[in-house]
């Protein structure tokens, strides 16, 4: 019982399992004002917070913008759950302290380099790792306790996120995964996202991870103060780039059951705290709003390593790639390349390198060679640089 304004509903068929349906059902847009329940009659008609909201359930809000934000910018969605996320224990530094994850950037635990930089696919762990330990930070910019800047982060997993949700209080996430599907539990329903795919989590919201394949990798970009948004069109005309129906928001599902010992686990200003309490934070009968998490579908994608070009620095086609192209002569015109996706997070902020990136062994110390061979084609003869 979901619907979306100015979009629709839509069922993706999966692989069935003890643990998730055979389809999940998802509303479609960017942007768009959804609403979405459970149990029918759930959300109260006609206001916000009424003293009694139906079935018991409790009212609360989740703002991603604040409060008194213009309209065209406001972003919050409205949650009526069985128990309020507020009923928990104090939260405390996490115990082992996660020391690969970081929200500000400045050269007392990252460097600066011009150069190209390459790694290769980093191994799955050997002992048992969930996407919250499993996840590093590559390289950023900014501080997550000014609101300006990015952070860019790669996960390696090969365990489901058991009796604990992930929160992220420092940015949005966007996800990226490269092997393996997740199945991402959020307040406002289940997202399953698979390779060439990807998953936005906005900031604040809780999340649980699971990798109904066995171990996964992939990517993740966080942006501090900000949301993402889709770019305007401009010259390329009312049908070009991504379209609001290519993006996913999930409908509502809610657990009722006791958990005794669940744990929160908060990203604050970089660092990991946790809270316990005794039931699931995924309780949301019904909620409404424009502050949701969404994927964006796409199609495949292989398993791969990744690069960093600084600001100005040089890069492009390597020299095996450029050769094999000239040869061609004038048959080297556009061709489809198959089984490959490549994709990009660009930022106008320099970018620190973590100190663990640099020097990480997957880490490609010769990738400069790649262009070394470039040799001159120039000639002066009829204009013709083909020899």
Not at 30 to 48: D, H, V, Y
Not at 113 to 122: E, F, G, K, V
Not at 157 to 182: H, I, Y
Not at 192 to 205: A, K, L, T
């Amino acid at each position: 019982m979901s619907h979306s304004e100015d979009g629709g509903c839509v069922a993706i068929t999966k692989t069935s399992s003890l643990e998730w349906p055979e389809d999940l059902e998802y509303m479609t847009g960017f942007g768009n004002s959804f609403s979405s329940e459970a149990l029918a009659g759930a959300l109260p008609e006609g206001q916000n917070n009424p003293l009694f909201c139906p079935f018991g359930l409790y009212a609360e809000q989740i703002s991603g913008t604040a409060f008194t934000s213009p309209r065209r910018l406001n972003q919050r969605s409205w949650f009526y759950r069985i128990r309020p996320s507020v009923t928990h224990e104090p939260f405390q530094a996490r115990k082992p302290r996660h020391d690969k994850i970081l929200s500000e950037f400045n050269q007392d635990n990252c460097s600066f380099t011009p150069n190209q930089l390459r790694w290769r696919p980093a191994d799955f762990p050997e002992s048992p790792t969930d996407f919250i330990d499993g996840m590093y930070t590559m390289c950023g910019a900014g501080s997550s306790f000014l609101r300006h800047g990015f952070a860019i982060h790669m996960y390696a997993a090969n365990m489901s996120m058991e009796g604990c949700a992930f929160c992220n209080a420092d940015g949005d996430f966007l996800l990226v995964p490269q092997t393996g599907r997740l199945w991402i539990t959020t307040e406002c329903g289940r997202l399953q996202v698979s390779p060439g795919e990807i998953v936005v989590v906005p900031q604040g919201f809780r999340f649980s991870v699971g990798l109904p394949d066995g171990p996964s990798r992939g990517y993740v970009a966080e942006v501090f103060g900000t949301h993402f948004q889709l770019p305007d069109l401009g010259p390329i005309g009312a049908n070009g780039l991504a379209s609001p129906r290519d993006f996913y928001v999930p409908t509502a599902w809610y657990e009722d059951e006791a958990h005794i010992g669940y744990t929160i686990v908060q990203k604050f200003g970089g660092d990991l705290f946790t809270a316990k309490q005794d039931f699931s934070p995924f309780n949301v009968v019904a909620w409404h709003g424009n502050y949701v998490p969404y994927k964006a579908k796409a199609e495949g994608f292989l398993p791969g390593g990744a690069t960093i070009h600084a600001c100005m620095t040089p890069h492009g086609p390597d020299n095996t790639t450029y050769e094999k192209a000239i040869e061609r002569g004038e048959d080297a015109g556009p061709y489809k390349i198959k089984d490959a996706l490549a994709f990009m997070f660009e930022s106008s902020l320099l970018p620190h390198i973590c100190t663990w990136s640099l020097e990480s062994p997957y880490r490609d110390a010769d990738y400069y060679q790649c262009w070394i061979g470039l040799k001159s084609h120039f000639s002066t003869e009829n204009g013709d640089c083909r020899q």
